[in-house]
């Protein structure tokens, strides 16, 4: 077996056809890795179709530089179904192979290109019969992956899929192959659920929605909604009415948004499985582009809890249940989701759970020595999610806060000071 290795230096250089198709016949390789070819995605696809390669996997370039490509032939492929093949008698526990195999079973797995090549239909077939392997099948869209082309080159496969010998599949009777929403890659997630109840549930609606002031409407609602010589309990009232029914019609709701986008992409994404649309290949590109900004707004949600959190001091002021801000800090990587979801709950229902609103109040002695009432001040020990909750709540109110205060009004307000009454007095 001879394995080729060339540095090409672009594929897309004029002499590069020429000069593999000759290194191909002087030297007949197996297997030919190709650096450095400056040329991804689907051109590269292109041009490696056109080798005589039963197979290629492909590594994108970085910028106008990089590139991967390795291609091979049947023969190689044939060993890997052999060896499969020879791991089966030497055992008899539960097997499951699941990944993307880069075959077909049957001209159903594919819609668009080429036809399948029997030979290696046949021998894919033969390695899972001699591995005693069954199809878990799958629900979703048919197809796993597809090559993003305009109608008439565009190729739809199933690629990715799960296979189960008999010990395997009698230990986890309903488990089941979910073909997810394909969002950013050309494969779509594959999820195996060991108990076939159903997709998650995702988070629930909320009112409050975290990223308003990421929105370029914003800052003309709020001066909208405010009047500048009216009193801030009222402009607070207003504010509050209007922005929940601009949250709905025009913001919309992050976890309702995705939610609905998943679900429009799954229906479309099955839809185009069947047979291809201009207009719904259009559709799916334009969801996938929104898709994209909303997980963008989740991301800066969890930033923004993650800054509440890490500004309070590690070590100090613990809450009603005794534990500091840095132990969140310190194991973040364990507790983020739930901190974020306990967060995204208060703003979701617009109250503060009893549990994290217990606060445990203690006296501080006003100097050393203090020995009456009168000498020590109360300070109350917060829950650490109800002061993530209120650093929120200030960081978003406090571009506001000069234009909803009277500018008479001087505390509160940052470059506002009480001293200033008394120097205009």
């Not at 995705?258 to 099955?270: C, F, N, V, Y």
Request: neutral net charge.
């Amino acid at each position: 077996m001879n394995i080729l290795l060339w540095n090409c230096r672009g594929a897309l250089n004029p002499l590069f056809h020429v000069t593999l198709k000759n290194l191909i016949v002087t030297h007949s390789p197996s297997i030919v890795i190709i650096t450095e070819t400056r040329v991804g995605g689907e051109r590269a696809k292109d041009i490696t179709d056109r080798l005589p390669f039963d197979g290629a996997l492909h590594a994108d370039t970085i910028g106008y530089s990089g590139g991967i490509w390795v291609l091979w032939k049947l023969e190689e492929r044939k060993l890997l179904w052999k060896n499969l093949a020879s791991i089966a008698p030497m055992h008899d526990l539960p097997w499951l192979m699941l990944g993307d195999f880069n075959e077909m079973l049957s001209s159903s797995d594919k819609l668009g290109g080429n036809p399948l090549i029997p030979r290696r239909v046949q021998m894919f077939k033969d390695c899972l019969d001699s591995c005693g392997m069954v199809d878990l099948g799958f629900h979703g869209p048919r197809f796993t992956w597809v090559n993003k082309r305009e109608v008439g080159h565009f190729i739809q496969e199933r690629l990715d899929r799960g296979f189960a010998n008999s010990e395997w599949r009698r230990m986890y009777l309903e488990a089941a192959i979910h073909h997810l929403v394909r969002t950013h890659s050309d494969h779509c997630p594959v999820l195996l659920k060991m108990d076939n109840n159903g997709l998650s549930n995702l988070s629930r609606s909320f009112r409050f929605q975290p990223m308003w002031m990421s929105h370029p409407l914003f800052s003309d609602f709020v001066a909208d909604s405010c009047m500048d010589d009216g009193p801030l309990n009222l402009n607070v009232e207003k504010f509050t009415a209007d922005v929940k029914i601009w949250n709905k019609e025009v913001f919309g709701d992050i976890f309702q948004r995705k939610k609905r986008l998943e679900a429009r992409l799954r229906g479309i994404q099955s839809r185009i499985a069947d047979g291809l649309n201009l207009y719904l290949l259009n559709l799916e590109c334009q969801l996938r582009k929104e898709y994209s900004e909303v997980l963008q707004s989740e991301e800066e949600f969890w930033l923004e809890v993650k800054e509440g959190l890490w500004s309070l001091k590690p070590l100090k002021a613990p809450g009603p249940d005794g534990i500091h801000a840095g132990f969140f800090q310190a194991y973040w990587q364990l507790v983020g989701t739930s901190v974020v979801n306990e967060v995204c709950k208060v703003f979701q229902d617009s109250t503060m759970p009893p549990h994290l609103n217990e606060t445990l109040i203690t006296l501080i002695p006003k100097y050393p020595g203090a020995d009456c009432l009168a000498s020590f001040r109360p300070i109350s020990l917060c829950n650490i999610v109800y002061k993530v909750v209120t650093k929120i709540i200030v960081k978003r109110l406090r571009p506001f806060l000069p234009n909803l205060i009277s500018p008479l009004q001087t505390a509160f307000v940052l470059g506002r000071m009480g001293l200033d009454n008394m120097i205009i007095a």
